[in-house]
DNA sequence: TAAGTGTATTGGGATAATTAATACACTTAT
DNA sequence: ATAAGTGTATTAATTATCCCAATACACTTA
């Protein structure tokens, strides 16, 4: 399902959280399949199951996994984690506006700057 | 020059950073004034050199003080630590932007967003 | 040359983070 | 009902990180 690189010197959980929401994200996993349980996982990487119960944990605050207890773990609607992504990044962003407003730029740099940025490309990923 | 408080849990490092830039950044220290040397600060403070030196560094680094080696650290001029924070903040921002635009925000509503924060108040610190 | 400056290096001690070990609770299929 | 499969909670061990201190070094100037 996913490769580990031993190379990358952050936590085994944290990587296993960016590959799986990748993975997820890029449409790579259906909406509604079932996650390998956290013990398959953790034999196929060879990694202790709490890492990958951490990693579960993780993907589902982030609303891209749900569970239920004694069935499994599943992939959200993608309508969900959707929203919940752009809740999060637009979060992120107002805090951005409001320390470049404290750090004196203005309203009307930050909108050049946005147009900039929107018209370079169109959303990859 | 600053005071430390001892209930405050942060490292003193960090402590003795904010408070310096709170100081710069508000005018009450003039541009260019040499700043106390490590060691006498870090005397007045009861506090290692070493930690003294190491708030230094993140202030220079920062763009609030430069240093010259044997002769001591000066504040730097205002229109130089302004550009500075500036420039930091309009990164973080362009990063912010990048991440909203792949989670499918649209320019529109971030232009509105943007609008409504700026509108909210007259920019504080 | 001596005193004053910032800087680099090293290490101790504490704290936090990461992973492991184990036991528990729930669901489902046999 | 029992066994096997699931996620979860708790605790511990190990590891990494952080903060601060001690000390020696390099540079400038009186």
Known sequence: ?????YRDKRPIYEQVVEKLERLIASGGLEPLTK???VRSL??????NPNTIQRAYAQL????YLYTVSGRGTFVTAESDWRESRQGKALEQWRHAVRK???AGLSE???REQLHQIY???EVPT
Request: hydrophobic content about 50%; charged content about 30%.
């Open 1 to 5: 399902m996913i490769l580990l690189d």
């Open 35 to 37: 996650m390998p349980s």
């Open 42 to 47: 953790a034999m196929e990487l060879s990694v």
């Open 60 to 63: 589902e605050k982030d609303g």
């Open 100 to 102: 470049a407003q404290e």
């Open 108 to 110: 009307e740099l930050l």
């Open 119 to 121: 018209a370079q490309e």
